[in-house]
């Protein structure tokens, strides 16, 4: 079945610091990748997406490549400022009888510190 | 920006209770989601929902769940008889469908704690 793997986490960088975050997949066929993040508090944030291989997403500093060769969609960001602190999720979806659901890795806490 | 929005924010029952979380979907979206997350876990998939019938469920969305559409607005799901594993942050998505479009927005999530 279809599966999202993530780097664990809590991830603490200083501000300014270099982030990635690692997400590799399972799936049949082609999937449309994802990037959540949460806010402390909030609900899950759609940050980007890549629907077909090589597409690279892009929101807010932060990116991403659909790298099918390596089923990886990493997520990056060159600064991270202390308003980036949230959890991130990595989900994939793949077109299936009819309800398109998602499937999400486990998350990865992300602290930014000044 | 329209967004989805769900009540209560948190809803505290116990064991063996029924209870109904409610989520108003953006409005000219066709599809819904209900997905939920316990406490340190990944989010999960519980069920997809359009033209007034369920389209897919997991493993989980077993005979204590159901979901329904009431009204125009309205997206509900039902707990028949909760159970302690039952605690989780359960979240509700929509998406429009037109256009090929196939992002989901989530809404806050409703915090269930059986006791």
């Known amino acids: 079945g279809n599966s999202v793997t993530q780097m664990e986490g809590p991830v603490t960088l200083s501000e300014e610091a270099f982030l990635t975050i690692n997400c590799t997949y399972t799936?049949?066929?082609?999937?449309?990748l994802f990037w959540y993040v949460q806010y402390p508090g909030e609900g899950l944030q759609l940050l980007l997406k890549?629907?077909?291989?090589?597409d690279k997403g892009s929101n807010k500093g932060f990116e991403a490549t659909y790298r099918k060769e390596t089923t990886s969609f990493h997520l990056e960001k060159g600064s991270v400022q202390v308003s980036d602190s949230a959890v991130y999720f990595c989900?994939?979806?793949?077109?299936?009888?009819?309800?398109?659901?998602?499937?999400f890795g486990t998350g990865t806490q992300l602290k930014v510190e000044l | 920006e329209p967004e989805v929005t769900q009540t209560p924010s948190h809803q505290v029952t116990q064991m063996g209770q029924e209870v109904i979380l409610r989520c108003v979907p953006i409005?000219?979206?066709?599809?819904f989601y209900w997905y939920r997350q316990i406490l340190g876990q990944k989010v999960e998939f519980l069920v997809s929902?359009?033209?007034?019938?369920?389209?897919?469920k997991s493993e989980i969305f077993d005979d204590q769940f159901s979901v329904e559409r009431p009204d125009g607005s309205n997206f509900t799901l039902k707990i028949r008889s909760t159970k302690l594993e039952d605690s989780a942050m359960y979240f509700c998505?929509?998406?429009?469908?037109?256009?090929?479009?196939?992002?989901?927005?989530f809404g806050p999530g409703t915090r269930l704690l059986v006791l």
């Open positions: 409005s000219n979206h066709l599809y």
């Open positions: 998505a929509s998406r429009g469908g037109s256009g090929g479009e196939e992002t989901q927005y």
């Open positions: 890549a629907t077909k291989a090589d």
């Open positions: 929902f359009y033209n007034n019938e369920i389209s897919e």
């Open positions: 799936a049949t066929g082609y999937p449309s």
């Open positions: 989900a994939l979806r793949r077109l299936t009888g009819g309800g398109n659901k998602l499937t």
